[in-house]
């Protein structure tokens, strides 16, 4: 089943592809602009434990409970919020001794196969389930219990957010995936060339 017009490509695997390189450059803003949360959350955790020891040498907190829970947000917000770019540079841990064995079109339909079956549905799932308490926790402006903490409804929407975005990325995938397996070849496309295994 390939997808070909005559001598040319369909124009529906055209728009696919398209589609599939607006979702990718939508995961490669995002991640990149998240992984600057590395430097800051490194910053301020190196602040709060240099400041735990301060404390003790003059008896003034120089940290506070906000910085603490800064600390955890911006992890919380690399990690979910990475997720989608990490998916598309096929960099999540694999756990298969099966996968690399196989060869480009094996492991093309486990991709596509296990995007359909497992990663949309888990998506859309999370997203379901995350909706009402996100939803809940910016109407009650929900905040940290601790004294001086930070609000909590910017972290908990991160969490939506992020199945979004690997929902979308998941979409990517999948169409990428799909075209390789039954579409026309198409040179630079990057699962034409063969990762380098580690």
């Known amino acids: 089943m390939t997808l070909r017009v005559g001598r040319g490509i369909h124009p529906t695997v055209e728009r696919l592809r398209q589609i599939a390189d607006r979702l990718d450059r939508v995961g490669d803003i995002v991640g990149r602009t998240v992984s600057w949360l590395a430097v800051l959350m490194v910053g301020v955790g190196a602040w709060n434990s240099i400041a735990r020891y301060a404390i003790k040498w003059t008896g003034t907190a120089f940290t506070t409970n906000a910085l603490n829970e800064a600390q955890w947000y911006m992890f919380s917000g690399l990690f979910l919020g990475a997720a989608a770019w990490t998916l598309k540079e096929d960099a999540h841990v694999r756990v298969d001794v099966l996968y690399g064995r196989l060869g480009p079109r094996g492991k093309a339909w486990i991709d596509?196969?296990?995007?359909?079956?497992?990663?949309?549905?888990?998506?859309?799932?999370?997203?379901?389930?995350?909706?009402?308490?996100?939803?809940?926790?910016?109407?009650?402006?929900?905040?940290?219990?601790?004294?001086?903490?930070?609000?909590?409804?910017?972290?908990?929407?991160?969490?939506?957010?992020?199945?979004?975005?690997?929902?979308?990325?998941?979409?990517?995938m999948a169409i990428r995936k799909a075209l390789f397996l039954f579409g026309p070849p198409q040179t630079g496309d990057p699962i034409d060339a063969p990762r380098a295994e580690p």
């Open 112 to 172: 596509l196969v296990g995007t359909l079956l497992f990663l949309l549905p888990f998506c859309v799932f999370a997203i379901w389930t995350s909706w009402g308490p996100v939803m809940e926790s910016w109407r009650t402006l929900e905040a940290s219990p601790d004294a001086g903490g930070l609000p909590r409804y910017p972290i908990r929407s991160v969490l939506l957010v992020s199945f979004v975005l690997l929902l979308l990325q998941g979409i990517s």
